[in-house]
């Protein structure tokens, strides 16, 4: 039997991980140069002021990532004999309460200038000594902080497919709110524009809006993946289709009278153990260790298996338990 190491990924995802590590480093390059611009022309603008906060925050996820790739590698140890695994679960917690906490404070923030009527004003500016509006130097920056975040986001939301990455997943999902960020702000700079002050702030609150959305959606699922629920896909769309594999997988052993099978996630791999009540004692060193061996197969993901024989199996939810294949059972401690 193999003891479960610090490694995660298969070979043939190296180079997919190696492409997401380079990824998140020329984010957070490219971020620092969009925060540094919307600065520099934020004027008074409450969409504007939600842009270059929501870039600032947008740091978390992929200075997240970055730190759990290094973690999560380390091999279990007296201090922590499960590995280092769930550095990503912790990563991604930290990835969705950014996104929530941005999203609540834009809301708040934008609701009280709405309702105390504030009118933001945009002024001229001297550049290369001509009056320049600059609402328009305000729209450049926006842009220069949308279209980048949009093609970012394409990208790792593929990649975190691939590995299995709720990190890689929620910072796409922030590139994602990045570019609709600067999308409404620019809606709002224009409104300023037009003499229609609300649109600032309404553009705002839509912002927060969806923003608080998804932080809510991903800060849930990472607080379940904590207490250890049911393994999910990286998108949160439903259960990962793991879980129905590994039930069919137990199902098929034929020694198998009944089964309970529990999955929890550790990272990107996924712990599965199984309580097997066997139809009787022959071989079952050789059974155990076949059914660890099948499951693993099943996808690389499956890599903290564990299969335990008991007598019977009371107390466990309905939902857990399998069903051996039809056949006579003989009770544990007979003989065939």
Do not use: C
């Amino acid at each position: 039997m193999r003891y479960p190491s610090g490694t995660e990924l298969p070979p043939e995802l190296d180079d997919v991980h190696r492409r997401a590590v380079r990824l998140e480093w020329i984010t957070i390059a490219y971020l620092i140069t969009a925060i540094l611009a919307i600065y520099f022309t934020l004027g008074s603008s409450q969409a504007m002021k939600g842009a270059w906060l929501e870039d600032i925050l947008s740091l978390a996820p992929p200075i997240a990532f970055l730190v759990a790739a290094r973690v999560r590698y380390r091999r279990p140890n007296r201090d922590f004999p499960y590995g280092y695994h769930r550095a990503v679960e912790v990563s991604y917690l930290v990835a969705a309460l950014a996104l929530l906490s941005m999203g609540l404070f834009l809301i708040v923030d934008s609701v009280l200038k709405l309702l105390h009527g504030d009118h933001p004003p945009i002024g001229m500016v001297e550049l290369f000594d001509w009056q320049v509006w600059l609402g328009w130097l305000m729209i450049a920056a926006l842009v220069y902080s949308a279209v980048p975040a949009a093609v970012l986001g394409r990208m790792k939301k593929r990649l975190a497919a691939d590995l299995h990455d709720k990190v890689l997943h929620a910072d796409s999902k922030m590139n994602r709110a990045d570019w609709m960020t600067a999308t409404a702000a620019i809606v709002g700079v224009l409104g300023i524009g037009f003499g229609l002050w609300w649109m600032d702030a309404a553009a705002a609150i839509v912002i927060g809006l969806d923003i608080a959305h998804d932080g809510g959606t991903y800060t849930a699922a990472a607080a379940k993946d904590l207490l250890d629920g049911r393994p999910r896909r990286d998108d949160e769309q439903g259960v990962h289709p793991l879980v129905g594999d590994v039930r069919d997988a137990v199902a098929d052993l034929d020694w198998v009278q009944e089964a309970a099978v529990r999955m929890r996630e550790l990272g990107h791999v996924l712990a599965v153990e199984v309580l097997a009540v066997p139809r009787d004692e022959t071989d079952l060193l050789d059974r155990v260790e076949d059914a660890v061996r099948r499951i693993r197969d099943l996808d690389w993901k499956l890599q903290d298996v564990v299969v335990s024989v008991v007598r019977e199996i009371d107390g466990a939810p309905e939902d857990v338990l399998v069903r051996g294949p039809l056949g006579p059972a003989r009770s544990v401690g007979s003989r065939p």
